[in-house]
């Protein structure tokens, strides 16, 4: 039984080569464009099922559901089986069907947040959010893996940038969308509706993502693209690795220091980055005074400026630095921490806290692009961009699920509650947390300013 579900996963074999160039170009050119759409709008759509829980956390509090401490241990249930799943599904996407390994993943995710919906005791609530967070945890490895198979060295940044704009797609749909439909219909909509987003998508990605070019009859992407890396030329040349020299050069990576220091950078990162996502709807709601849409809205601002800051990421590495990250990782950083200091000492009007959320919006996701993969895989070889991707990924949301704990913890012990059930929070020290965090990610990730490329 196990034997036939890895085989049912794995690479297909490679087909006949195909000797017609015009006829290659053409299929390279239409599946490429399938790709790209199902691991951008497809990770973008299947990441509300990821969020779904930030934006129901006030209606659970407010109806005795759940309290702060219990929704900070589902939330981290989530962030630890995402950081390990993240790790063990990075080193198996080297040697899996990105069609049928992500169309799974994305179904088991879905069903998960619609069987959330009808759960309101913790330890069940806390067994599926975990789940989630494991079928979650194939997303971004499979889809860099699936990247990499259909898009060239030379590209990688320009298309990372252009992926990355997923997360801000989710974000954005998760906060104006699903908070609609939690304000309109209730918390159990919150889970139910982007299950059913869930389950749609997973089938048309399973439509259109295609496995490894060899497995049509084209040539690898760098022999297309005329880019003979050292790496290239093993896999247009040599015989194939096989699964214990693939693993061999996944463990390599742990030699690296430069990704021992990106894996602190990066889970530092996060604990900012899921701190806004996860509480910023019951800061904005209970700090200041705006409605569950409006907060919704006002987070929605810095997804969209996180999608032009992921882009803007991968071009300005790419074109004005030759692809170094360092100090675009500097430049992004300072603005996410204006952003941060915009949002939660500037001056108390909607416009400033709009120009905080921009410009937080804007640096995050473009460090995020960077930390949480591209610039791992950058300085690990290409053959195990997954296994890179996989690393990073344990240290990002164990950072992750920490920060959800902690500021649970810290925001209950700041709540109090008057007679008739009206809660006062107070969100101090959490936001230094928050704050701390992200000013010691960009030390660290400025620390490897001379980190040379692998590739």
Not at 156 to 165: D, F, I, N, P, Q
Not at 175 to 197: D, E, H, T
Request: aromatic share 12%.
């Amino acid at each position: 039984m196990a034997a036939n579900v890895l085989k049912f996963f794995a690479k297909g074999e490679d087909a006949p080569p195909i000797a017609d160039a015009a006829r290659i170009e053409t299929l390279y050119k239409r599946h490429r464009l399938r790709v790209m759409l199902a691991i951008t709008l497809g990770y973008g759509l299947i990441y509300t099922c990821r969020l779904a829980l930030g934006m129901v956390k006030k209606p659970l509090i407010d109806g005795g559901v759940f309290s702060p401490a219990d929704l900070g241990a589902i939330g981290s249930a989530l962030f630890y089986t995402y950081a390990i799943g993240k790790l063990t599904n990075g080193f198996l996407a080297d040697h899996a069907n990105m069609k049928r390994f992500l169309g799974a993943a994305f179904l088991a995710t879905a069903l998960c947040n619609l069987a959330m919906g009808a759960t309101t005791a913790l330890w069940p609530a806390v067994l599926l959010w975990g789940l989630n967070g494991w079928f979650q945890s194939v997303g971004a490895p499979g889809c860099v893996v699936a990247m990499t198979n259909w898009f060239s060295n030379r590209e990688r940044g320009r298309t990372y940038g252009v992926w990355s704009t997923a997360h801000s797609i989710g974000e954005g749909l998760t906060f104006v969308f699903v908070g609609g439909v939690v304000a309109a219909f209730g918390w159990r909509w919150g889970f139910w509706a982007p299950g059913l987003i869930g389950v749609v998508t997973a089938l048309v990605c399973f439509a259109l993502i295609q496995d490894r070019p060899r497995t049509l009859g084209m040539p690898a992407v760098n022999d297309w693209k005329g880019e003979l890396y050292a790496e290239a030329k093993q896999e247009s040349g040599a015989p194939a690795r096989d699964a214990a020299s693939v693993l061999k050069l996944q463990l390599s990576i742990l030699k690296i220091p430069a990704i021992w220091i990106l894996c602190l950078s990066s889970a530092l990162a996060y604990v900012t980055r899921y701190a806004i996502n996860s509480w910023g709807v019951l800061y904005l709601q209970e700090a200041r005074g705006y409605s569950l849409p409006e907060a919704g809205s006002l987070l929605m601002i810095n997804t969209v400026a996180g999608i032009a800051g992921a882009i803007a990421f991968g071009i300005v590495s790419d074109k004005v630095f030759d692809g170094r990250r360092p100090p675009v990782n500097l430049l992004f950083g300072v603005f996410e921490l204006l952003g941060l200091l915009l949002i939660f000492f500037g001056p108390d009007s909607t416009p400033m806290l709009i120009a905080g959320m921009i410009l937080f919006g804007a640096g995050m996701t473009a460090l995020v692009t960077s930390f949480g993969g591209l610039f791992a895989v950058d300085i690990a070889p290409k053959q195990v961009a997954g296994a890179a991707m996989g690393v990073i990924g344990v240290f990002s949301y164990i950072g992750a699920g920490l920060q959800e704990q902690i500021s649970g913890w810290l925001i209950q012990r700041g709540m109090t509650t008057e007679a008739g059930g009206i809660h006062h929070y107070q969100f101090g020290p959490a936001i230094a947390f928050w704050i701390g965090s992200s000013i010691l990610a960009t030390l660290l990730a400025t620390s490897l300013w001379r980190t040379e490329l692998r590739n």
